[in-house]
Structures are given as structure tokens and as C-alpha cells.
């Protein structure tokens, strides 16, 4: 089944409304039936994101769980949507790391963005102790079961996943391609044929190829080498060559 690529990427607390017209005003996406451009940007960049966008898809990296109310500081995922917003990161090791954010958690936001018609990138990945261990499909199914098993079958259909092992995020290590297809043939056991599984972990200029090549690696969620126009478009520009 030929999936169409998504590449990813994760500015995280980087790029304030400034930096964004200016990535902007240097990086245009390709349109492409098969390649899709996604960035994934602070929530004070996004204006400044989708006025620029182009061919890009604009995503967010949270939302709150809730409809609204009195939950000082969160954005919702309605307010998400009313912006033009078509993507949102949830549960990423470092909001699962620094915000105690837990499977339950995860899955409450999985299903607002899906309730607002947000396509949901469901992060999952296991750390290095757990990899030693051996217990990494392990880690990694349960965290994949604790969503997609509460999922209605069009809800899963609307999910994408990332796997990010957790020891190869802005680590400079990468998990070998050979890892990652382990990883996601294993994840694909567990999902339908057509949900995409994107990579996630130092991908780069240089390592994209090898990754974006394996059969069940899907796209890229990418977080330091989406921050510079040439080195995000060479990246995406990978993906078009391998179609
Ligand atoms: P990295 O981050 O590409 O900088 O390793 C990836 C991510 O955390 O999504």
C-alpha cells in the first residue's frame, strides 16, 4: 500500500513571529500528490505560519482536552481549528516528560483534535533504559493500544503516528533504518494499513534517504533540522525523489 509521505516538522519553543516570516520568506513547500509539507509551530506563530504557508500544512504542538472553560494558559482545539489549523502534535515525550502528561491524558486530546477535525500525530517511543531492556515493543504497544483502543475505526483511520524513540531525540543519535522498520512494522501490526507512521529522532539531511526509504516509515517527525529552510526542504525534496 503506497502511503503518501508527511513530512513533519517540530519547532518546539523555537521561532517567535519574527523568525516565522522570515523561515517563510525562505521556504516555499512543493505541491506534490503523494509528498505533504507539514510545520508544527509555537501558537504565537501561527498567524504568521498560515498567512505564508502556501502548500505547507500549519500544525500545533498541543491543545487542551477540554472544550473550553477555566483552564488558565491552554488553547483549545476549536480555537485551533477556527485559525486554519489542520494538525496538532499530542502526547510527545516531552510533554509526557515535563507536563506528566499520561496515556489518559493522551487520549482525551487525540479525540478533541479528532472532534474538531484535526488530524491528531500520536507520539509514542520508549527510553533508552526500556530499549536496554529489551521492553521496547513492549513500551511502545501499550502506549499505542492505550489510544487506538479507544478509538472508533474512522477515528483511527484520521490518526497519524510518530515514532520517536526517545533516546534519539535531539540526541544527534538516530535509531538505525533498520530499527525503525522493526519499530513500525510492529506498530502496523497493531493499526490499519492505511494510518501513517512517521520516524522521529534526529532525522536529518543526511540520514533521511535511508529512514524514508524503509517500507513502513511513512514520513518524518523533525524537529531540530526543520528549523532552516534549505536543510527542511532538502529533507522534504528526499521524500519527492523516492516517489
Ligand atoms: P529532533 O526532534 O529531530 O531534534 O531529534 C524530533 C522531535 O522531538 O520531534
Given at each position: 500500500?503506497?502511503?503518501?509521505?508527511?513530512?513533519?516538522?517540530?519547532?518546539?519553543?523555537?521561532?517567535?513571529?519574527?523568525?516565522?516570516?522570515?523561515?517563510?520568506?525562505?521556504?516555499?513547500?512543493?505541491?506534490?500528490?503523494?509528498?505533504?509539507a507539514l510545520l508544527c509551530v509555537p501558537f504565537v506563530s501561527l498567524q504568521q505560519a498560515l498567512a505564508k504557508a502556501g502548500a505547507c500544512r500549519i500544525g500545533a504542538q498541543n491543545l487542551h482536552f477540554e472544550e473550553n472553560g477555566?483552564?488558565?494558559?491552554?488553547?483549545?482545539?476549536?480555537?485551533?481549528?477556527?485559525?486554519?489549523?489542520?494538525?496538532?502534535?499530542?502526547?510527545?515525550?516531552e510533554r509526557r516528560q515535563y507536563f506528566g502528561e499520561t496515556d489518559a491524558i493522551v487520549l482525551r486530546k487525540v479525540k478533541k483534535a479528532l472532534e474538531h477535525g484535526l488530524t491528531p500525530i500520536?507520539?509514542?517511543?520508549?527510553?533508552?533504559?526500556?530499549?536496554?531492556?529489551?521492553?521496547?515493543?513492549?513500551?511502545?504497544?501499550?502506549?499505542?493500544?492505550?489510544?487506538?483502543?479507544?478509538?472508533?475505526?474512522?477515528?483511527?483511520?484520521?490518526?497519524?503516528i510518530a515514532y520517536e524513540p526517545v533516546w534519539a531525540i535531539g540526541t544527534g543519535e538516530t535509531a538505525t533504518p533498520e530499527q525503525?522498520?522493526?519499530?513500525?512494522?510492529?506498530?502496523?501490526?497493531?493499526?490499519?494499513?492505511?494510518?501513517?507512521?512517521?520516524?522521529g529522532g534526529s532525522m536529518n539531511a543526511a540520514n533521511a534517504e535511508a529512514l524514508l526509504s524503509q517500507p513502513d516509515v511513512d514520513g518524518g517527525l523533525i524537529g531540530g533540522a526543520s528549523l532552516k529552510p534549505d536543510t527542511f526542504r532538502s529533507i522534504v525534496d528526499t521524500a519527492i525523489r523516492l516517489r
Open positions: 500500500m503506497r502511503r503518501p509521505y508527511l513530512i513533519a516538522g517540530n519547532w518546539k519553543m523555537n521561532q517567535g513571529p519574527a523568525q516565522t516570516e522570515a523561515f517563510f520568506g525562505a521556504f516555499s513547500a512543493p505541491s506534490h500528490p503523494e509528498v505533504e477555566a483552564y488558565t494558559g491552554e488553547i483549545s482545539a476549536s480555537m485551533l481549528q477556527e485559525m486554519g489549523v489542520t494538525h496538532v502534535i499530542v502526547g510527545h515525550s500520536l507520539c509514542v517511543g520508549e527510553v533508552l533504559a526500556e530499549r536496554k531492556a529489551g521492553a521496547q515493543e513492549r513500551v511502545v504497544g501499550a502506549q499505542v493500544d492505550a489510544v487506538f483502543g479507544a478509538l472508533s475505526a474512522a477515528e483511527r483511520m484520521a490518526t497519524v525503525a522498520q522493526a519499530m513500525h512494522a510492529f506498530i502496523r501490526s497493531r493499526v490499519p494499513a492505511e494510518v501513517r507512521i512517521l520516524y
